[in-house]
């Protein structure tokens, strides 16, 4: 992928001006901790093998000259013109991390990039959050900001504001902080994190992809969260917190009939199980017992379907057969909702069986061909 992406950017840009610098930046399965980031709940993402793939050279003069390999896409502009613009499309987040670094006081000038990724677009893997922190590890590294990497980090997740979306830190966090073979213990309010060891030995992490499109803008993002701040303020007028959270699963069945509406009482239930949940799998993780995995991993598909109603119809006809499968250490949806991916840990003798067996079912329930990849757990932002 190195020498593709380097051959792109010659046979785009040409040889005068130096040889370009190649960075990549993966995209991030999060294994448990749905929906809970905004409640201050606590995730557990790794990043992937699968990513972004970006060559950078400095230029001259003050123009920004972007092309993504995937898209056959050329766009332009120049750092006097920094305003959202719908026809440059995924060139938005890039503009928008030229946005958010010279908001923060960092002084840039032109540059020509060479895009290519792995990942699936509109696929739950986070691909935005990988092409904004390959972006900003780039410019940071060529302009010699130095910024830490968790500011980082937080400036990718004003970029995803700026294309439309409210995010929460974990993408880009993820795709950042990534360590090799190790998942991320994250608590999204403080921004404390830890790392879990992920020895899978004989297994492999495997995503399925629904191949049905969703945008994070256009879900139930906003939605879900006017529920659970309106189960949040009627928690505060028995419970002294800031966060759902902060409950653990026996004070909210002593609190719950405080939420005086049902569908906010289920939101809250979600959230409030699932940092359990995420605690519990973290735990698991660090004492090696990784079977514990497979009953949270599914308790957690099953409340992101009744309580919080997110997974739709494309991702539990991926899950049901999934959940059946001989060889699987917990299979769950993964990311926003209503479409994407699931996230299974399969033995690596029972993923071909695997592959086929939910292809074949997911094909005859949906009329839609699914897509599989097998993945490793990578590190973060890098040169390469």
Request: hydrophobic share 40%; proline share 3%.
């Amino acid at each position: 992928m190195r020498q593709q992406v380097l051959d792109g950017f010659i046979s785009t840009f040409g040889a005068d001006g130096g040889q370009p610098r190649v960075f990549f930046s993966p995209g991030r399965v999060n294994l448990i901790g749905e929906h809970i980031d905004y409640n201050g709940g606590l995730v557990m993402p790794c990043a992937l093998n699968l990513g972004t793939y970006g060559a950078i050279r400095k230029r001259e003069d003050n123009l920004i000259k972007l092309v993504s390999g995937n898209f056959d896409s050329h766009i332009s502009f120049s750092l006097d013109e920094l305003t959202h613009n719908a026809k440059h499309g995924w060139g938005n987040y890039p503009k928008g991390v030229v946005v958010e670094l010279q908001k923060a006081g960092h002084k840039l000038g032109g540059f020509e990039m060479y895009i290519i990724g792995s990942l699936p677009n509109s696929a739950g893997l986070s691909s935005s959050a990988s092409l904004n922190t390959l972006v900003a590890m780039a410019i940071d590294s060529v302009f010699g900001l130095n910024i830490p990497p968790v500011d980082r980090a937080i400036l990718c997740q004003m970029v995803e504001r700026f294309c439309g979306v409210s995010c929460g830190i974990m993408d880009p966090f993820a795709c950042t902080m990534g360590k090799k073979d190790n998942a991320i213990l994250l608590d999204c309010n403080t921004l404390e994190y830890s790392y879990a060891p992920l020895n899978l030995g004989d297994y492999r992490i495997l995503i399925a992809n629904t191949n049905y499109k969703r945008g994070l803008a256009d879900s139930k993002y906003n939605e879900r969260l006017a529920e659970c701040e309106a189960a949040l303020a009627d928690l505060k007028k028995v419970c002294d917190i800031g966060a759902l959270c902060q409950l653990s699963p026996e004070e909210f069945e002593k609190h719950k009939n405080a939420i005086g509406n049902e569908t906010n009482r289920k939101r809250a239930e979600h959230a409030v199980y699932e940092n359990y949940r995420t605690k519990k799998a973290a735990s698991a993780l660090k004492d090696g017992r990784l079977a514990e995995l497979a009953p949270l991993m599914v308790q957690s598909h099953v409340s992101l379907r009744d309580l919080y109603e997110v997974v739709g119809d494309a991702l539990d006809a991926m899950f049901e057969p999934s959940v059946k499968c001989e060889g699987i250490l917990g299979t769950r949806m993964t990311g926003a909702g209503f479409g994407g991916c699931t996230v299974t840990i399969v033995h690596k003798d029972a993923a071909d069986n695997f592959i086929k067996q939910v292809g074949d079912a997911y094909f005859a329930e949906t009329g839609t061909q699914a897509s599989f990849y097998i993945a490793e757990v990578a590190d973060g932002a890098c040169e390469i």
